[in-house]
């Protein structure tokens, strides 16, 4: 079946550092790919999204891009802020969800950022 | 606009004990979803409903019942709860258009605790 695969926390930054949170995928043909994001105390909200190898999905300075030859889609920022704190993941949509259209989660990752 | 809301937001059970989950959107959104949140697992699915009076199993359904009695509105049950059942319990909802992307928004999550 589906599977995603995240890069384990915790991640700790200092503000305007870079980031990178790694994330692969296994699943059949092309899935719809996508990054949330959880805020203290809040439920998940769409960050950004892609639907096609070589698509690059982008939001809020945050970028992923599909990686078909990789099974990739790791999220990056270049310069990241105290309000970014959260926790992060990623989360498939594949062909073999049917009619349910149901996504299919990595475990997340816990971002922190220090001022 | 509420968006998606549930209730209660906090609740502490003994083992055997029964309750019920309360998730409403107000999107006029089709399809409807309860998740579980537990470490290190990301979100598992439970149940989905694609539609008013309709429902189906998802990844880890045993032990949960559910009602989509009004679109508005998904129930999730526990009937005789277990210590298992400790988790962050999240309900999502997604509208059924023209696009495969349909994005699913979520609730704020119910925390519960069963001793």
């Known amino acids: 079946g589906d599977s995603v695969t995240q890069m384990e926390g915790p991640v700790t930054l200092s503000e305007e550092a870079f980031l990178t949170i790694n994330c692969t995928y296994t699943a059949t043909g092309y899935p719809s790919l996508f990054w949330y994001v959880q805020y203290p105390g809040e439920g998940l909200q769409l960050l950004l999204k892609?639907?096609?190898?070589?698509d690059k999905g982008s939001n809020k300075g945050f970028e992923a891009t599909y990686r078909k030859e990789t099974t990739s889609f790791h999220l990056e920022k270049g310069s990241v802020q105290v309000s970014d704190s959260a926790v992060y993941f990623c989360?498939?949509?594949?062909?073999?969800?049917?009619?349910?259209?149901?996504?299919?989660f990595g475990s997340g990752t816990q971002l922190t950022v220090l001022p | 606009n509420a968006g998606v809301t549930q209730t209660p937001k906090f609740r502490v059970l003994k083992t055997g004990q029964s309750m019920t989950l309360l998730c409403a959107q107000d999107?006029?959104?089709?399809?409807m979803y309860w998740y579980r949140q537990d470490p290190g697992m990301g979100l598992r699915l439970i149940h989905y409903?694609?539609?008013?009076?309709?429902?189906a199993k998802g990844e880890v359904p045993d032990g949960y019942n559910v009602s989509r009695l009004k679109k508005q509105n998904f129930l999730l049950g526990l009937e005789s709860a277990a210590p298992s059942q400790t988790s962050v319990y999240f309900c999502a909802s997604s509208y059924l258009g023209g696009t495969s992307l349909n994005e699913q928004f979520f609730g704020p999550g119910t925390r519960l605790t069963v001793l």
């Open positions: 989360a498939l949509r594949g062909i073999s969800s049917g009619s349910a259209r149901q996504l299919t």
């Open positions: 892609a639907t096609k190898a070589d």
């Open positions: 409903s694609v539609g008013e009076g309709t429902t």
């Open positions: 999107m006029n959104h089709e399809y």
